[in-house]
């Protein structure tokens, strides 16, 4: 079969459990099982072929630029551990079959296992480290999912926290590793890699990299001082314990290990990194299990010293340990599987997994006591089991490596090992299945359906036929397995019972009766071991985290404010400083230009203009008197443009100035009349130095580029040759507007549209809230003129109005030749009509106001793109203007423009905004009893009282 | 001749006018018009995305007028990628608004929403440094209007800050393009670009000032730090639809960066010397750093994302900031990737928003907690760069780009670390919202008292959202499944793009219709 058939089929069988699971439990089970199996299957067919001695390759082009690409082989080295993971997988598919319970939410559970089991196989098949980058990230994601598959157990969540923190960071270590081996080598296939010893190990970037890559495979093997999620994932429920926490996952780590030996290995400081870690890990988690009362916990450490013993032997170097590393991961994998779900057994039978509260189960519980007692006596490293020929193999490895010129350090540390494995070993046994028969079981425990047991009891099988029956039985394997981790030729091994009389056994037999001796001393040893101070790896963990999500909240927090003025300075001041370092690391030309001398009109309107900016600044907080001011600023920059020949930019200027005045008071009018509290003295000094170097910066700019010509010939010189006789005008303003740069008018009227639609749309959300309720109750604040709408200001408007329209005509037409144009048009007009919602009344004006200022935008627009369009049919591109002369009977001469016809959307959009941003800021206004059908308050024709003025009304009502 | 390269900017221009005008008071037309306007708009995208991938660029003059004369609109495999993918972007979002109903919290959301689609599509499209000032107004008056769409007073209050501080971007925007105006006298790019390279070395000064306030423009667009502060309060305030939406704007500013800073001001120009990578990349790690410890310190779903979404605008502007072709070829994969990781976020957010309120602590379960669990899973996988999806290989391709840089130690770091602190910030987060929610403690607890500021606000939805929401983000999943599983070709589009930067003779000579030397 396929290697990748066999990488995606636990992914594609990872999809049917979360789905059939409403077709009931078992659909679940069997459909998780089947890929299993017949992803296994198709391993087994490889094997011959890999048994062989040869490599099987698959490769599939995925990102060739990156060097990522979906290349598999299957090695004996991937074979050993696909096995393991495919077969044990079977066996937990099925005992979690029965273990779960009817709550569980078992078809997310086996998805969840399959992602896992797809993604372990994708890590020992892969060819090519990011890919296998990709897999490891990947175990780690599922194994997240399966400890916390308890979600509401705290324990399963902050275990599976820490165990994606761990070993995540692990994981991103990995990546910077393997993307410097990669560049090393100069390509991120294995098989390349692992040919290219040498230069590995001769390049500087060896030692980052072997530090990187050993961080992602400690951390997920749960190397010392990385050990400590490991316990913490047993929160997971035992299948996934057993799976992921004993058999494979956590192997992971080393497989990298394994992997990576070629050439990776042989150096002092692969020695002293691996060995060390390996050896300190395999005691420190040996002493801690025997403490441990939690049976899942003993376990654990039990684990985690094994996986230390494996990385020490890989770590040696040498060819003969890492045969005996091979030999020990199948043997670990086989009893550690075993004695987790026996553990499951217990605590699923019994309810609990306290070695305090068990003890005598033998009676009750006589398979789950075969089956444990032969793991843990291999576990413990009791002939003739399998667990003590690889241990004999380690002990006697062991024996003959000096660590730093000592020929005690490893061997002593090894033995001590060995005896407190032993000692826990011996302990699982004594403490839970020996003894007398208690009363005070939570429940009344008794063996389980054969279900649960079939799985662990196929495991001790196993346990006791390689122990029996080493060479044949486990023999091929290893060997295969371990020639593709050294690479090369196999050194002389014989896996067998008996070697003779060698130091190893004398260790072997010392620590098995040192560990008799220390389980006998168990309770005094506890007391002591109890009293001692240790470090709390989770407390250290959940301190760690904790403080670390404060201090990113605080500093956060801390960072974002809220504070616009302090954003504002940031802005300002980066942006000063950035602009003067552009400057200053620039070379100034001279200016080109003589600066002309100022008359007394210049510096009288100079004079007015820094007066009413000084007067802005000393009285903003009163808004109404900052308005009047930024008046005046206006009146003397439309008096400027007027001056400087731009009459169509003053009177743009002009007639913007005029309705943003009275849009703003009208504003205003629901706004309290005073700014709110100011900052403190200092603050206020800071933001006025900011703002003095910014204002500065942006004068010294302006100066300097006024001073000085263009380096270039400028696009304007083309309009002002252009204009009439392309554009059909000879106002090149308005034919830049409408013609040259129509495109930017277009976009530009659409920026007005949108913003009067926003602000009815503003305006409609917050009638439609509960400040609706206040502002109907609003008092004013003011004393409010006692004739709303005085009969001079309604007579003048309304004779105003046919004249204003008049000449906002006449500005429209004329634009495109002489100063005008659509835009100033509009606003002309709309000045017009704002007029008599201001003197008649809003109610007034409402009702005689056929079009919605919605229509009238959307028909602007509509206008302009329509005109644009139009020049497509004559196979143009958008907004191609086209002019003609025509000259009707009777009158002069004239030019028809479709530039006028744009103009007319710009007119309709310019008209429609103001209008409608008018409407909706006086719709805030509107209180019940407001409206009146006299305009005209005082009108002596009429017969009622003149006083319906609104305050008493609204009162009435 | 063909006028497709202007419909991505015509008929939202047209579609939004219309609604206004005749669908007003009809949601159900709006709704099905704006639908079916975006659906033509990847149609029309995908069609110029197939004509640009031969590597053509084609030029469109505005008003007949030629360049650097009148607008130009130029299409390239950047400009036509871009459009593609926010016309894709909108499909999901306006699918997911209709669908979960937020359409309705407020007046005109469909033709803000293609008024804004203009804006972006227009910004992507444009040739002229003018024209793209005019096309950031659309976009951001648009995007102003659909932030505050369905009000509330949080929602106000951000929203004036993001205004306020794009119109100081908008201002500074003016300075810049006045300045490179008066020195160069032209505002067409490929104008520019050709008379910077001539510009005499004795006057430089007032070029690289102008140079450097575009960038810090384009800088604030794209919320790189110190100017990204309008970003966090308006993406989380914002509705969240919205800010999925929103997920292309930064990328505006990434893309104006990669443009111009390519084109005009490239590295090899010798008067804008200096003035780029030498600020930008700190600051790119900067962001990415801050943005994931925003991540880790969130304490309301909607900044989580916000702030994710500014951590991959760190990696993509680290990216960019390289200044090589690998690099900005990763840089567009990682572009692409971003805004949709960004956006599936948003969304899975407002699923969880709407159900239970956005601050992250333990409550009673909500409805469909499996299947958004599920969600947002996928999404924080996305968005903190772990495989299998796109983001992982983005990353990667990143880090691999920086393999010549000077910085490339600090620039691994800085990713590796903020990556860790991402996931776990997402992890703290997603357990804490779906996972401790199962709790036996919250099951029966009572729903927590509204929040004072919120009391405008709609109560939250119960009823299980309509399925439109579910497909609009599967269907954006959908693509970064495919963007991983096609990285191949993707990359080669992007390589090829990027290799197109870094020559833009090509695209000088075909705006200005000079005849190739």
Known sequence: ????????????????????????????????GLTTLLAFVGLMINAPAVLRGETIHARLDWLPGLGLNANFFLDGLGLLFATLILGIGLLIILYARFYLSREDPMGQ???????????????????????????????????????????HLPEGRQGARMALAVTGSGGLAMIGGMLILGNIVGSYDLTVILQNKELIQASPLYLPALILI??????????????????????????????????????????????????????????????????????????????KDDLKALLAFSTVSHLGLITMLLGFGTKVAAVAAVFHIINHATFKAALFMSAGIVDHEAHTRDIKRLGGLRHLMPITFTIALIA???????????????????????????????????????????????????????????????????????????????????????????????????????STAAQAVIGGELPYFKLKLWHGLTPALYMSIGAVAGGAILLMLHARLEAIWNALPRPEAKTIFDAIIGAATRLANSVTDALHNGSMTRYGAIFVVFVAALSSYAYATGTLGDPTRAVQAAGPLHLVAWACLVAATLGILALHHQRILALVLIGVVGLVVSLGFNYLSAPDLALTQISVEVVTIILMLLALNFMPKETPRESSGGRKLRDA???????????ALIYALMTRDFLFPTISEFHLANSYKGGGGTNVVNVILVDFRGFDTFGEIIVLGIAAIVIYALTETILNSRVRARLLNRQP???????????????????????????????????????????????????????????????????????????????????????????????????????????????????????????????????????????????????????????MDINPARDDAPETVNIENVKEV | MSHLIVTPVVLPALLAPFIIMALRHHLDLQRIFSIAGTVALVAITLALTVQASDGSVQVYDLGDWPAPFGIVLVLDRLSALMALLTSLLALGVVLYAVGSGWDERGRHFHALLQFQLMGILGAFLTGDAFNLFVFFEVLLIASYGLMIHGGGPKRLRAGVQYVVYNLLGSTLFLFALGTIYAVTGTLNMADIAVRVAELPAEDTALLRVGAVMLLLVFAIKAAVLPLHFWLPASYANAPLPVAALFAIMTKVGAYAILRVYTLAFGPDVSATQGLVGDWLLPAALLTLAVGSIGVLGAREIGRLVAFGSIASVGTLLTSIALFTPEAAAAS??????????????????????????????????????????????????????????????????????????????????????????????????????????????????????????????????????????????????????????????????????????????????????????
């Not at chain 1, 780590?253 to 890990?281: D, H, K, N, Q």
């Open chain 1, 214 to 291: 050993l961080l992602g495979c400690f951390t997920k093997s749960a190397q010392f001082p990385f050990h400590f999620w490991l316990p913490h994932a047993m929160a997971a429920p035992t299948p996934v314990s057993a799976y992921l926490h004993s058999a494979t996952m956590v192997k992971a780590g080393l497989f990298l290990m394994a992997r990576m030996w070629p050439v990776l290995s042989g150096t002092p400081e692969w020695f002293y990194i691996v060995a060390t870690t390996g050896l300190v890990t395999m005691v420190v988690g040996a002493v801690i299990a025997l403490f």
């Open chain 1, 781 to 935: 604040d003011m004393p409010q003129a006692g004739d709303a709408h005085p009969l001079m200001m309604v007579v003048a408007t309304r004779v105003m109005m046919p004249i204003a329209l008049m000449v906002g005509a006449y500005i429209f037409f004329r634009g495109h030749n002489l100063p005008g144009g659509g835009f100033i048009a509009g606003l002309v007009a709309a000045i017009a009509l704002i007029m008599q919602y201001m003197a008649s009344g809003f109610a007034w004006a409402t009702e005689r106001q056929r079009f919605y200022y919605h229509g009238i935008i959307g028909a602007g627009v509509l206008v302009a793109a329509a005109t644009g369009i139009g020049a497509w049919f004559n196979d143009k591109p958008f907004l191609t203007s086209a002019f003609g002369y025509v000259h009707p009977p009777y009158l002069n001469e004239f030019e028809l423009a479709t530039a006028a016809l744009f103009d007319l959307g710009v007119f309709l959009a310019v008209v429609g905004a103001v209008l409608l941003a008018l409407e909706s800021l006086a719709r805030f206004a509107w209180q019940p009893g407001m409206s009146t059908e006299h305009a």
């Open chain 1, 376 to 478: 843990s006596l291999s576990m413990a490293g009791i002939p003739p089991l399998n667990g003590f020929l690889s241990k004999e193999m380690m002990l006697e490895a062991a024996f003959h490596t000096t660590w730093a010129g000592s020929h005690w350090v490893i061997p002593g540390l090894a033995v001590l090992a060995a005896l407190f494995s032993a000692a826990y070993s011996f302990r699982f046994i004594v403490h839970v299945f020996l003894g007398p028969k208690r009363h005070d079981y939570p429940t009344h425990p008794h063996d389980p359906g054969a279900g649960m047991w079939i799985g662990p009891a196929l495991l001790v099988v196993l346990v006791v036929m390689i122990g029996l029956f080493s060479s044949p039985v486990a023999g091929p394997m290893v």
């Open chain 1, 689 to 699: 130095v900011i703002a003095i170097v910014g204002g500065t910066g942006v004068g």
């Open chain 2, 332 to 517: 567009v994969y990682y572009m692409i990737h971003s805004t949709l990781a960004s956006a599936i976020l948003f969304l899975v957010a407002d699923l969880v928003m709407e159900r239970r309120g956005g601050a992250i602590i333990a409550q009673r379960p909500m409805p469909q907690t499996g299947l958004i669990a599920s969600l947002f899973f996928v999404g924080a996988i996305a968005l903190a760069g772990m495989p299998p999806l796109s983001g992982f290989v983005g990353k990667l391709l990143v880090m691999d780009a920086a393999r010549d840089s000077d910085l490339v130690w600090s620039i691994w770091a800085v990713i590796l670390i903020s990556s860790l602190i991402t996931i776990v910030g997402f992890a703290r987060a997603g357990s804490i919202l779906f996972w401790e929610s199962h709790d036996a403690a919250h099951a029966r607890e009572a729903e927590p008292e509204p929040d004072e500021e919120d009391e405008d606000l709609p109560p939250p939805v119960s009823a299980p959202a309509s399925n439109l929401t579910f497909v609009a983000i599967f269907g954006l999943i959908g693509g970064l499944v495919l963007l991983t599983v096609f990285s191949g070709p993707a990359m080669n589009y992007a390589t090829a793009t990027a290799d197109a930067l870094f020559d833009p003779t090509a695209y000088i000579d075909t705006v200005l219709k000079r005849s190739p030397q």
């Open chain 1, 1 to 32: 079969m396929s290697l990748f058939l066999i990488a995606a089929l636990p992914f594609i069988g990872a999809v049917f459990p979360a789905l059939l699971i409403r077709a009931g439990r078992n659909a679940a089970s069997f459909s998780a």
């Open chain 1, 109 to 151: 559970f086996y998805s969840y296992l399959l992602l896992f089991q797809g993604a372990m196989v994708g890590i020992v098949l892969s060819d090519n480290i990011l890919l296998l980058l990709v897999f490891w990230e990947l175990t780690s994601l599922s194994s997240f999912l399966l400890i916390g598959y308890w979600k």
